[in-house]
C-alpha cells in the first residue's frame, strides 16, 4: 500500500524524528511505500505534494500537537495516533490501515 | 459520554501542547539572554548584578525581556491557532498579552495572570472563533470574516472576558506565591521541598511555572536563595534521566538513549522540558524519581544558601549563581538521586516482567 504521514510532537526535536524514521522503517520492512512529513521545532520538513498525498491509500497522523494543515488531509482515510505509538508500535498502525482498507 | 469526554480532554491536551511548543522557544531565549546578561555584569548597589553599566549588557537584557514579554501572547496566540487555525491567532494573542499585563491587586501589589490566563485566553479564543466560523453568514459578508469580523469581535469578546478575569487569575497566582511565602519564616526547607516538587512535576506545566515564577519574582524582592533552589531542582530532571542512560546502557532502547543524549543537553541550559519524552512513555515510575532529585537538590542549596540571580536554572546560570561550589553539589547530588533510582525502578520492572512472561519476545 502507499502511505503519506505526518509527525509532530511539542518540543519538535527528539521525537518527531524518531516518529518518522520509525514509520520509513517499518513499511519498508512490510513491503509498503511511505512518505513521511515532519513538523518540528524546525517547522515542516519534507513536505508532502498534493500529488503525493492524492495518490495515497491511506495517511498517517503520528502526533501530540494540532498538526498544520490537516484540511490538505479531508476525504482520505485517516489513522490518527499519539507520536508515541508511531516509535513504539509502528507495525500496529499499518496493521491498523490494512483493516480499514 | 465518557468517551466523549476522553476525547475531548485529549483534543485540548493537543490544544496546550501546541502553544507550548511555539512558547518554548521564546522561553529558553529570554531566559538564557537575561541569565548572560546578568552573569556578565557587575555587582550594584544592593549587591545584584546591575548590567546598566554597560550598553551591551543591558542591550542582550533587553533582547531577553522581550522575548520573555511575548512569551504569554505566544502561548495562548497557539493554543487558539491548534483549535481554530489562522483566525485564532489574533484573539489568542491579545488575551495572552492581557495576561501578562501587570495588576495592581488589592494590598497594592502588582501582579499578572501570567501563565494560567494566557492558557485560559488560548481555549477561550479558539472557542469563540469556532463559534464564529459555524455562524450562518450572508455570502456578502464571507470574505470579510477571517481578516475583519473574527478578529474584530473575538478581540473585543476575549478581550473583555480577560479584562474582568485577569484580577482573579493573578490573585490566585500571588495567593499561591504568598502560601509559599509566609512558609519561607516557618520553614525554609519544606518550601525548598515543596518547590522542588512542584518544578519537577509536570516539567514545565503549569505547576512548574508557578514554581519558577514565585522563584523569579523573589528575585525582583532581594531575594536569591528561593530563585537558588528552584534553578537547581530545574536541570536535575533532564540530566538525572541522561544520566541514567548513560549508567545502565542495557536498560534503555535505542530511542531512549539518543533521548537521553538530549536531555543532558537541555539539562545543562535548564530546559525540564528534556525530561518528557521519558515520562510521557513511563509516567508512574519516572515522575517520582525525578521529584526526589530535584526535592534533594533544592533542599541541599536551601541549606548551603545557594542563590541565584537570574530567572533561569541549571549548570549555564553558574556565573550569576551566590555558592557556586554548592550549586554544583547540590545539582550533582539530585542528578544522581534521579538517575539511580530510575534504573533501580526500572531494572526491577523488567525483572518482574520477564518473570511473568518466561519467554520474553524481544
Redesign the interface.
Known amino acids: 500500500m502507499k502511505f503519506v504521514a505526518v509527525t509532530g ?7 518527531t524524528y ?1 516518529a518518522a524514521e ?1 514509520l520509513e522503517k517499518t513499511a519498508r520492512e512490510l513491503g509498503h511505500e511511505i512518505q513521511v512529513e515532519t513538523q518540528g ?1 524546525m517547522g515542516i520538513e519534507n513536505e508532502l505534494s498534493p500529488a503525493a498525498i492524492a495518490s495515497a491509500d491511506a495517511v498517517i497522523l503520528a ?4 498538526i498544520e494543515g490537516a484540511e490538505r488531509f479531508d476525504g482520505k482515510t485517516k489513522i490518527e495516533v499519539p507520536v ?1 505509538t508511531a ?2 508500535e509502528a507495525g500496529s498502525i499499518f496493521a491498523q490501515a490494512g483493516a480499514v482498507k | 459520554m465518557a468517551i466523549d469526554f476522553k476525547e475531548t480532554a485529549a483534543r485540548h ?3 496546550l ?2 502553544g ?2 511555539y512558547a ?2 521564546f522561553i529558553a531565549c529570554g531566559g538564557i539572554l537575561i541569565a548572560v546578561s546578568l552573569a556578565f555584569a557587575p555587582p550594584g548597589p544592593n549587591g545584584a548584578p546591575d548590567p546598566s553599566g554597560s550598553e551591551i549588557l543591558s542591550l542582550i537584557l533587553k533582547i531577553g525581556e522581550s522575548a520573555f514579554s511575548l512569551m504569554f501572547p505566544v502561548l495562548g496566540g497557539f493554543v487558539a ?3 481554530a487555525s489562522r483566525p485564532g491567532l489574533v484573539p489568542g494573542f491579545i488575551g495572552g498579552a492581557i495576561a501578562s499585563m501587570p495588576q495592581t491587586l488589592p494590598d497594592g501589589k502588582t501582579a499578572n495572570a501570567g501563565f494560567l490566563g494566557a492558557i485560559f485566553a488560548g481555549l477561550l479564543a479558539g472557542h469563540v472563533v469556532n463559534l464564529f466560523k459555524k455562524a450562518p453568514i450572508p455570502g456578502i459578508f464571507k470574505p470579510i470574516m477571517p481578516i475583519l469580523i473574527i478578529p474584530i469581535f473575538g478581540a473585543l469578546i476575549v478581550g473583555s472576558v480577560m479584562f474582568v478575569i485577569n484580577l482573579p487569575i493573578a490573585k490566585i497566582m500571588v495567593g499561591l506565591g504568598d502560601m509559599l511565602k509566609q512558609m519561607e519564616g516557618q520553614s525554609q526547607f519544606l518550601l525548598a521541598a515543596i518547590l522542588g516538587a512542584m518544578i519537577a512535576f509536570d516539567m514545565g506545566g503549569p505547576v512548574n511555572k508557578a514554581a519558577f515564577f514565585f522563584g523569579a519574582s523573589m528575585i525582583e524582592q532581594g531575594n536569591f536563595r528561593i530563585m537558588g533552589a528552584v534553578a537547581i531542582a530545574i536541570c536535575t530532571p533532564p540530566l538525572g534521566l541522561g544520566l541514567a542512560t548513560l549508567l545502565r546502557r542495557k536498560l534503555w532502547n535505542d ?1 531512549q538513549r ?2 537521553g543524549k ?1 536531555a543532558l543537553g537541555m539539562g545543562m541550559i535548564g530546559i525540564t ?2 525530561a ?2 521519558f515520562a ?2 513511563d509516567p508512574i515510575r519516572v515522575l517520582p524519581c525525578i521529584m526526589a532529585g530535584s526535592i534533594t537538590g533544592a533542599v541541599i542549596g536551601m541549606a548551603a544558601k545557594v542563590g541565584d540571580h537570574a530567572p533561569h536554572g541549571g549548570p549555564i546560570v553558574l556565573p550569576v549563581v551566590d555558592n557556586r561550589l554548592w550549586y554544583v553539589v547540590a545539582i550533582a547530588v539530585g542528578t544522581l538521586v534521579t538517575a539511580v533510582s530510575i534504573n533501580a525502578l526500572k531494572a526491577a520492572g523488567q525483572k518482574k516482567e520477564n518473570e511473568a512472561q518466561p519467554t520474553p519476545a524481544a
Open positions: 510532537c511539542p518540543t519538535g526535536i527528539a521525537h524518531m520509525q521545532a502526533a501530540d500537537i494540532a508515541q516509535i513504539k | 491536551k493537543q490544544y501542547l501546541t507550548v511548543s518554548v522557544p491557532y491548534a483549535m530511542d539518543n533521548a538530549a522540558e528534556g518528557i519524552p510521557a512513555a
